[in-house]
């Protein structure tokens, strides 16, 4: 079975990669698609989130990564998967999560979207998060894989 996992990933986080792992022993095959969002302004380049995510993720069996641009339904669709796979944190997330997954079906109703809770340890994070604290000189090893870290301190120390 096939999930697919979109979102921006900018940056990874420990949080993602945990949903990541669990999707895979869950599912099988974990395709991770990175949106390309004209509209947003990301902190990482599309290649570069890839990037990450490849390096993060060549350990798990059955990850693939992508871009995508446009509809997650179109996405699955054209990668034959077969649900999406999306994370909770906290109730804030399930009511915007819960739209989302709504929106989605009344677009192509092939697709359930599968609610994974995250990890009570990784409950804080997001990728917002991650890059306030690393504008700020604070310390974010415990949220990021090394190598991203390094990319985030790069940037906020140029």
């Known amino acids: 079975m096939k999930a697919l996992y979109?979102?921006?990933?900018?940056?990874?986080?420990?949080?993602?990669?945990?949903?990541?792992?669990?999707?895979?022993?869950?599912?099988?095959?974990v395709l991770i698609a990175v949106l390309e969002n004209p509209s947003k302004k990301a902190t990482f380049s599309c290649e570069r989130r890839l990037e990450h995510i490849k390096n993060a993720t060549r350990d798990i069996p059955g990850c693939r990564t992508i871009a995508f641009k446009g509809l997650t339904v179109d996405c699955a669709r054209e990668h034959n998967a077969d649900l999406i796979l999306r994370g909770l944190r906290a109730?804030?997330?399930?009511?915007?999560?819960?739209?989302?997954?709504?929106?989605?079906?009344?677009?192509?109703?092939?697709?359930e979207t599968i609610f994974l809770a995250?990890?009570?340890?990784?409950?804080?994070?997001?990728?917002?998060?991650?890059?306030?604290?690393?504008?700020f000189g604070g310390e974010i090893r415990h949220m990021v894989p090394e190598f991203i870290a390094k990319d985030l301190i790069a940037l906020n120390t140029n």
């Open 118 to 135: 995250t990890e009570t340890h990784h409950s804080f994070l997001s990728s917002s998060v991650v890059k306030e604290v690393a504008r």
């Open 91 to 111: 109730m804030s997330d399930f009511e915007y999560e819960l739209q989302v997954a709504h929106t989605n079906r009344s677009l192509n109703n092939q697709y």
């Open 6 to 29: 979109p979102g921006s990933f900018d940056p990874l986080t420990f949080g993602h990669l945990d949903l990541i792992q669990r999707g895979s022993d869950l599912f099988g095959e």
